[in-house]
């Protein structure tokens, strides 16, 4: 549930004027003071910035319809949503038609389209709501009941995903006729998704590239052309103009990163959210002990062990007990022992002025310099999402900063970028800011 955290004055005893108000995620009511010092702040000018350099990529007249499945991959449908229409993003798209109608509640307008799967009686609801959606062997048509109003159909296309759409041509086209015969019903698009348009090797994507170009033709000569063709998503549209049809489908790199930054590096890209902690205690460890659930690691000579107010609960997955890393001080230390629910230990032998309450980058840009625990504690806890606030959006135009990408981070996971954004539990308040 998105629920505001009031604002008070800041820290100076002022709050800027047209400040943007502070969304916090959380399960339970509505918040309105921070204690605890694990959150993440989303920089809604980066993905600003995102979007108009993929827009700059787009080819004369193509379309560019961004994803927002998934809580805006982590990052909060609707601040988010809000940005891509000021932006000028033709469509968003999420999985599910209750994802639809969450955006729904707050924009009556913005063009939708559901990637998922729907049944028949989820389709009247789609209708009734103005929603684009995918066909599916879920939704026949002829047991569609009469619709309340138009309803635009894609039509997918397999051409080796293996996941959803047609095999064969034939198929589509008797979906395409049995759409034609219903005045409610309008045959809007044809589509397929790119298994492995991010691989060095492009011989996957071609091969399917190929595959839709066929079909597309088909269609034409049969009299059933696509209104609209799409098929690029991320990597796609960053290979070039070749595979953006009409529309692409962009999802990560709006959200600050390549698809596979070693393919295709993108320095441009900013990442939009930054997740940060505190240390909670800091002390010796003799060679010998052990440290952490399992006894899983064991000193093998005197350290430094902090402890950090992260945990797998807020999304700090827990496969990176022993493998992972966190930044102190600018410096990367390594977690040491198991990631419990709540909590994480690292080595900070190396940081030996590491000391409770220091803020620590969990992932994103360093903290700010004025983030210090004198400082916490001297903004009372209904004015801190305001301080934190404006000292971020300060520090984020300082040039130089370092950052712990997730595309350094996602590879000790075993796993990628999106992944970890979409874990980032609703307990950890997001606050959004605009430098």
């Known amino acids: 549930m998105a629920v505001r955290i009031r604002h008070g004055p800041s820290a100076a005893g002022v709050t800027p004027a047209g400040w ?5 995620y959380t399960g339970t009511s509505e918040v309105n003071a921070m204690y605890r010092t694990t959150f993440a702040m989303v920089d809604l000018s980066a993905l600003a910035h995102n979007i108009r350099l993929l827009k ?71 209708a009734e709501a103005k929603l684009d959606v ?41 979906v395409i006729e049995a ?3 219903r005045a409610d019903i309008r045959f809007a698009g044809v589509c397929t ?30 009299g059933s052309a696509p209104p609209l063709v799409h098929a690029a998503n991320s990597a796609g549209l960053l290979r070039g103009e070749a595979w953006q049809f009409d529309m692409v489908r962009v999802g990560i790199a709006a959200y600050g990163y390549s698809p596979d930054p070693e393919v295709l590096p993108q320095p441009e890209l900013r990442p939009v959210m930054h997740m ?18 399992g006894a899983t690691y064991t000193a093998q000579r005197p350290m430094r062990v902090a402890t950090i107010a992260v945990g797998y609960a807020d999304g700090f997955l827990r496969i990176l007990s022993n ?11 390594p977690i040491v022992g198991r990631v419990c629910m709540d909590q994480a230990m690292v080595d900070v032998s190396h ?28 903004v009372p806890p209904e004015h801190r999402a305001n301080w934190l606030q404006e000292t971020f959006a300060l520090a984020a135009n300082e040039e130089g900063r370092n950052v712990l990408s997730l595309s350094t981070v996602a590879p000790l996971a075993e796993t990628i970028p999106y992944e970890i954004l979409c874990q980032i539990n609703r307990r950890v308040p997001k606050l959004y800011v605009e430098a």
Not at 193 to 217: I, K, P, T
Not at 276 to 293: F, K, L, M, N, Q
């Open 56 to 126: 700059g990529r787009l080819a004369p007249g193509v379309r560019l319809l961004v994803a927002v499945k998934a809580d805006a991959y982590g990052h909060g449908v609707r601040p988010v949503v809000e940005v891509l229409r000021r932006e000028g993003v033709y469509q968003v798209a999420v999985a599910s038609l209750e994802e639809a109608l969450q955006i729904r509640a707050f924009d009556k307008e913005i063009p939708i389209l559901i990637l998922g799967a729907l049944g028949v009686d989820e389709c009247v609801v789609a």
């Open 20 to 24: 943007p108000f502070v969304l916090c």
């Open 179 to 181: 759409m034609a015969n």
């Open 134 to 174: 995918l066909y599916t062997d879920l939704c026949p048509i002829p047991d569609i009941p009469r619709l309340p109003r138009p309803l635009a159909m894609h039509i997918a296309i397999d051409t080796g995903m293996n996941r959803l759409g047609f095999k064969s041509i034939e198929a589509a086209l008797r």
């Open 351 to 378: 940081v030996p002025e590491a000391q409770v309450g220091d803020f620590v980058t969990v992932f994103g840009i360093d903290p700010p310099s004025t983030w210090t625990a004198s400082a916490w504690r001297s």
């Open 193 to 222: 998704h790119l298994a492995c348009a991010d691989a060095a090797d492009v011989s996957h994507a071609l091969g399917q590239v190929e595959r839709l170009l066929e079909a597309v033709q088909t269609l034409r000569e049969k």
């Open 323 to 333: 493998r992972g890393m966190v930044r102190v001080r600018g410096r990367d230390v």
């Open 276 to 293: 940060y902690t505190s240390i909670t205690r800091v002390a010796d460890v003799r060679p010998g002990e052990t440290i952490g659930y």
